[in-house]
């Protein structure tokens, strides 16, 4: 058993302190040194200390505590598998990150316990002051009549206030950041569930909540995702697709494969390369990259090109049967 002077030192409240105080004050240091949340060596003794103060000041009988022991405690197994709330929020990812995977910093926007009123909503003053409700009186109107002001226990004046720092609430929005493993292949709408890095309880023993982020691909300047395909349009010089060749093309992240053309027509066309688009994740395999072929031919010829143009030319109509049948069959149906 503690000393009544070192209880209310062990768990940082008055020795005259109120009840819910005294619960407040637990499971606040309960939640930090629960061996279950907490492996520090003096974690399990630091505990017991802080078990025994509030046993002490609440009133318990210590062995009621060892087999019951209060809501904060959190010490029966059914409490200490309860979990707090999942904390949702979207995961914008690149196309880039996407593709390559890797490690992301993301903010977590939460609400954390107000650490200046102890989740409590309420702070203690320096100096009594009116009661902001009651104004003095310490009385208040109801249905029934005149009755005790709740908030002053009908003394008209308070050492209590509406905290500041969290308006009352009790709660304020907390900013974290934390260095997310991205996997390669995550698509839009999929989920990443981090476990235990969601909504933390003021209850002692009941763990955080899971974060779960949700997905959402930003849109790129060079490429689109369908499905799993990942498609890009590709502009090209018309007499590269005429003639064949390689044809390099830009990868998300700075990479490029070569395509091989065969020769052809001066048309757009596509082309897919299967297992080269987003890559695959547990059975689902990965998508194509769908090149989209836009021929492009000379805006401003120069006098040299175009001298090509006329050599070229004058061979094709050579024998425009062979070379340009649908041409020939015009000619000489319309120009006999």
Avoid at 147 to 173: F, I, L, M, Q
Avoid at 177 to 184: D, G, H, M
Avoid at 199 to 218: M, N
Avoid at 264 to 274: C, I, K, S
Wanted: aromatic share 4%.
């Amino acid at each position: 058993m503690l000393k009544d002077a070192v209880a209310h030192d062990v768990l940082g409240v008055a020795a005259d302190a109120d009840a819910a105080s005294i619960k407040r004050a637990f499971r606040r240091l309960a939640m930090r040194w629960h061996p279950d949340r907490n492996s520090a060596p003096e974690a399990l003794e630091t505990f017991k200390r802080l078990r025994a103060a509030y046993v002490q000041m609440m009133g318990f009988q210590e062995e009621e505590a060892d087999d019951a022991p209060p809501e904060a405690e959190a010490a029966s197994s059914s409490q200490s598998k309860a979990r707090a709330a999942d904390h949702f929020q979207d995961l914008e990812l690149s196309i880039e990150e996407v593709f390559h995977g890797g490690e992301k910093s993301v903010w977590i926007e939460s609400q954390a316990s107000c650490e200046a009123c102890d989740g409590s909503g309420v702070v203690e003053l320096a100096h009594s002051r009116l009661c902001s409700c009651c104004h003095g009186s310490g009385r208040i109107r109801s249905g029934s009549g005149l009755v005790a002001c709740a908030d002053c226990d009908g003394r008209g004046y308070s050492k209590r206030a509406t905290c500041p720092e969290c308006n009352g609430s009790g709660r304020h929005g907390a900013r974290r950041t934390l260095s997310v493993r991205i996997p390669r292949g995550m698509l839009q709408g999929e989920e990443l569930r981090l476990e235990g890095k969601g909504e933390a309880s003021d209850d002692a023993g009941v763990l955080p909540g899971d974060l779960r982020l949700r997905v959402r691909i930003a849109t790129h300047p060079l490429f689109v995702l369908e499905g799993r395909d990942l498609v890009i349009t590709r502009p090209v010089n018309a007499f590269r697709l005429l003639a064949g060749g390689t044809l390099a093309i830009p990868l998300p992240g700075g990479g490029k494969l070569q395509l091989e053309l065969a020769p052809g027509t001066p048309e757009a066309r596509e082309v897919a390369l299967d297992g080269s688009g987003v890559p695959g994740r547990g059975k689902r395999p990965a998508g194509a990259l769908r090149v989209k072929l836009v021929p492009q031919f000379p805006d401003d010829p120069s006098p040299e090109l175009a001298a090509l143009f006329g050599t070229l030319a004058a061979k094709v109509e050579a024998d425009l049967a062979h070379n340009v049948p649908s041409l020939d069959a015009w000619e000489h149906k319309w120009l006999p």
